[in-house]
């Protein structure tokens, strides 16, 4: 959800900041992450017999799908995975069941895994975020309810939380590349959030103010939020949400690095950050202040859910420079989507074009030819990964994805599909090797 107004002056001076990035950035040394990925989607394409077609491939499986994608450049194979075992409805994500079999996929394609872990039961983002359940793990022993913890003690089962779920995945003999915590999180995260915007996204639940965190979390609002100037809003979070966040991604980063030492963690904001450069640049900061050490700095980036920012591919080249170079670390683009055909999410448009790409499968796929040309060539981005790529014809995200739904049971490939190697190509980055030809 993109409800906000872009800063003129960041506008303005977008391109010129963008035209100074250096071409001889450090992720030139390092393979360039193409997050093709097979989704939690997919089960549901795949029980209505859906075949997936590009060119002379063909998909019946998730295995023969990532397959398919590796085919074109994919080279992680990545799942989201709420707290709970197995899920009692359908959701944009999964169970750590769910999860599990993903770890098995990477494993036996030889492709390392990148497993999302939400901290919440079932499902947040940036509107909504749930407090975990963790009764599936009776070795996590709470003294109150999650929200009548403190912080210490709820970053002490969030440890234990890190630490068993990585044996679990690890167990699985899969190989685990970057560790995403959390989902959309620059407002909050495992129950420690400002009221919801959509609470019917977890039938069932909720929504109970933090305030044993602190009190101003739940008199705050999002309506309120993005109506004070960008200077207030960051105050503000960096004075009632992040320092929280932080301690609370650093607990489970804690826990992970008790199994798996070298691991390399990340969490990622919403696509508003991606249109407020001081927003994206602020929130990092503050996670490695507050000691969460991110090997990559995240965000969304639905670049037409909103007709509000003008240059909105500037604004967040901007801020992703403007990140990068302020930590010294790269940016990874975790979720992102443009549209071949008109699209909506949650009853709202995200079909609003972007200046010179149309919504169109000739538009969609020059837009993430450019983007990865930018990012990898510049070296400001370690990688994309498309959401929901093979979401084809579902609802009014079909039009986001890389595949075109024909009779109900084929989905043949757009264009989008080759624009990772294109793209890749132009930069001469790395990532040009497996499985792109």
């Not at 709420?82 to 750590?96: C, D, N, Q």
């Not at 200046?355 to 983007?371: I, K, M, N, T």
């Not at 595949?403 to 080759?418: K, N, Q, V």
């Amino acid at each position: 959800m993109t409800n906000h107004r872009a800063d003129q002056s960041v506008t303005r001076s977008a391109a010129e900041a963008v035209g100074s990035a250096s071409r001889s950035h450090r992720v030139r040394d390092a393979e360039f992450r193409v997050g093709l990925s097979v989704s939690p989607h997919a089960t549901g394409m795949f029980d209505r017999r859906v075949v997936f077609h590009d060119g002379d491939r063909t998909a019946r499986t998730a295995h023969e799908l990532m397959e398919l994608f590796a085919a074109r450049g994919g080279n992680e194979v990545w799942t989201r995975m709420g707290t709970s075992r197995v899920l009692r409805y359908a959701s944009p994500g999964g169970g750590i069941a769910d999860g599990l079999l993903y770890a098995r996929l990477a494993r036996d394609l030889g492709l390392p895994f990148n497993p999302e872990l939400t901290l919440c039961g079932v499902y947040g983002d940036m509107g909504l975020q749930p407090e975990p359940d963790l009764s599936h793990y009776p070795q996590i022993r709470l003294r109150a309810p999650w929200l009548e913890l403190t912080l210490e003690e709820m970053a002490d089962a969030l440890r234990q939380y890190g630490r068993l779920a990585a044996e679990e995945i690890l167990g699985t003999g899969c190989r685990v590349n970057v560790w995403d915590i959390g989902n959309e999180v620059e407002f909050g995260v495992a129950g420690v959030a400002m009221p919801p915007t959509v609470p019917e996204m977890v039938p069932g639940w909720t929504y109970r103010a933090p305030d044993s965190i602190d009190p101003e979390i739940g008199r705050m609002d999002f309506n309120r939020l993005f109506t004070l100037p960008h200077d207030d809003q960051i105050a503000w979070c960096s004075t009632h949400l992040w320092p929280y966040t932080a301690a609370l991604l650093a607990a489970v980063a804690d826990g992970i690095r008790s199994v798996d030492p070298g691991a390399q963690v990340a969490t990622h904001t919403s696509s508003v950050a991606a249109f407020h450069p001081q927003l994206l640049l602020g929130f990092h900061t503050a996670m490695e202040a507050g000691g969460f050490d991110a090997a990559h700095l995240g965000v969304s980036f639905f670049p037409t859910s909103t007709d509000r920012v003008p240059h909105a591919f500037d604004v967040f080249k901007h801020g992703a420079t403007l990140t990068s170079r302020h930590l010294n670390k790269p940016v990874y683009v975790a979720e992102w989507a443009y549209p071949a055909a008109p699209a909506s999410h949650q009853g709202q448009a995200w079909d609003h074009p972007v200046e010179g790409y149309p919504v169109s499968p000739e538009g969609q796929a020059a837009f993430l030819r450019d983007l990865t040309d930018w990012g990898a060539g510049t070296g400001i981005l370690s990688g994309i990964r498309p959401y929901g790529p093979d979401f084809a014809g579902e609802g009014n995200w079909g039009g986001m994805a890389l595949f075109r739904l024909e009779d109900t049971t084929h989905a043949h490939a757009r264009p989008a599909l080759a624009s990772f190697r294109e793209g890749l190509e132009r930069a001469g980055a790395p990532g040009t090797a497996p499985g792109i030809n």
